[in-house]
């Protein structure tokens, strides 16, 4: 069974520039969770789109933006680059979304901002 | 907000020794779940808990959930060298607002030396 994929691995940006990380699920799975590592911050938990719907969102500007296409893949957009933004963009599917549904995750996007 | 803390923040031990890792919280969890995250690479689900008191056993490693589940822990017996990696625990909710949302403690990074 496929896992998580992200695409793409690596991106170099510079500020000002905007970004689409791409995510396909793992079959099946209609839920799909995006979240930011940073050594500092950890974990963050960006947003969660379920057929197609954003559901629920995390503490992040509107700068960040995501979608989700019929096919349950995803994609989170940033606008307007900040330096801040360099991270480790993971997503992560599961069934449903729900507490007691398992999240597995992709080996996500290194996001390096010049 | 909910909070998830980690400890220890760093382990380094030699091979054949026991280790434990906490994971505490002020708040209840309706769930929680442990990854390992290796460098360059997505957290890999060890285990998923949903019912206070629970006890998994995944080989060498047990876990725990606390009864009143604002609280787990990790147990590696006999620890190996290819345990070394970043271990994290991250918390579910039930309901409306937390649908595909996990809360990730700061992380333990074990280092297991031959």
């Known amino acids: 069974k496929a896992g998580v994929t992200q695409t793409p691995r690596y991106l170099i940006k510079t500020r000002g520039q905007q970004v689409t990380l791409s995510c396909s699920p793992i079959?099946?799975?209609?839920?799909v969770s995006w979240y930011q590592q940073t050594p500092g911050q950890g974990l963050q938990f960006l947003f969660e789109?379920?057929?197609?719907?954003?559901?629920n969102k995390g503490n992040f500007p509107g700068r960040f933006s995501g979608r989700q296409f019929s096919n349950s893949r995803s994609e989170m957009n940033v606008s307007t680059l900040e330096l801040g933004d360099s991270a480790l963009y993971l997503c992560?599917?599961?069934?449903?979304?729900?507490?007691?549904?398992?999240?597995?995750f992709g080996d996500g996007t290194r996001l390096s901002i010049l | 907000t909910q909070l998830l803390e980690q400890s220890p923040q760093f382990l380094s031990i030699q091979e054949g020794e026991n280790l434990t890792v906490y994971c505490n919280s002020s708040?209840?969890?309706?769930?929680l779940q442990w990854y390992r995250q290796e460098p360059g690479e997505g957290p890999v689900l060890l285990v998923t808990?949903?019912?206070?008191?629970e006890v998994k056993k995944l080989k060498r490693l047990t876990f725990q959930f606390g009864d009143a589940r604002k609280d787990s822990s990790l147990h590696i017996t006999a620890a190996q060298p290819g345990d070394t990696g970043l271990y994290l625990c991250?918390?579910?909710?039930?309901?409306?607002?937390?649908?595909?949302?996990?809360?990730f403690g700061q992380g333990t990074i074990l280092t297991v030396h031959p």
């Open positions: 808990v949903v019912t206070g008191g």
């Open positions: 991250a918390g579910g909710n039930a309901g409306g607002t937390s649908y595909g949302k996990l809360t």
């Open positions: 708040s209840v969890f309706s769930s």
């Open positions: 079959s099946g799975h209609r839920s």
């Open positions: 992560a599917s599961s069934l449903d979304g729900q507490f007691n549904q398992p999240q597995h």
């Open positions: 789109y379920f057929s197609e719907t954003q559901r």
